[in-house]
């Protein structure tokens, strides 16, 4: 991480507060329409990009039906101010044929590593999900361009017949 800029750093951060909308958003669905137990872990912040591996989250939040077996859910959402992150679907999913799913270096340091993934749409009206353990196997590595760094670096990704896509009102409503 030594080496990257105030700016990159800034820019990081900005992203990660702005990120606590969605998680927040996708916790009272969980909790008020599907009666889960939701739980988060403390975050920080790091003042230098330097010191941003002692201030890594344990995950976006967790969730339960009894309390005590939990599952980790990482949960994104695309594209601010990009409308062509307003997919509602597979057929509109703008990065055909892949599902990005983290970078490879982010992934392969998480533990426990996250039981699934929930991206949203920009409006947050729609979602594709991944099941970590049921797609693993399938995820491929690609180089691509870090949109914060601007470098490029390698990121997981897998085939969308591996991704369920759905509404959120769905979610809301205990279709799903």
């Not at 009272?28 to 329409?33: A, D």
């Not at 695309?78 to 509602?88: D, S, V």
């Not at 949109?147 to 991704?163: A, D, G, S």
Request: glycine content about 4%.
């Amino acid at each position: 991480m030594a080496g990257k800029s105030v700016a990159t750093h800034q820019a990081f951060l900005d992203g990660l507060r702005k990120s606590h909308r969605a998680v927040w958003f996708v916790a009272r669905i969980l909790w008020t329409c599907d009666q889960l137990y939701v739980k988060f872990h403390p975050h920080s912040e790091a003042a230098r990009w330097e010191d941003a591996a002692q201030h890594s989250d344990d995950g976006d939040l967790y969730y339960s039906r009894d309390g005590i077996t939990w599952t980790r859910l990482e949960v994104k959402r695309l594209g601010e101010n990009n409308k062509a992150c307003n997919f509602t679907s597979a057929q509109d999913w703008p990065f055909k044929p892949h599902f990005i799913v983290d970078s490879q270096p982010k992934f392969d340091k998480k533990d426990p590593v996250p039981d699934l993934y929930l991206v949203l749409n920009q409006p947050m009206t729609h979602y594709g999900k991944i099941v970590v353990p049921r797609s693993r196997e399938a995820w491929y590595v690609q180089p691509r361009l870090d949109p914060l760094t601007k470098q490029e670096e390698n990121f997981y990704l897998c085939n969308l017949q591996h991704v369920t896509f759905g509404s959120v009102e769905d979610i809301a409503n205990g279709k799903t």
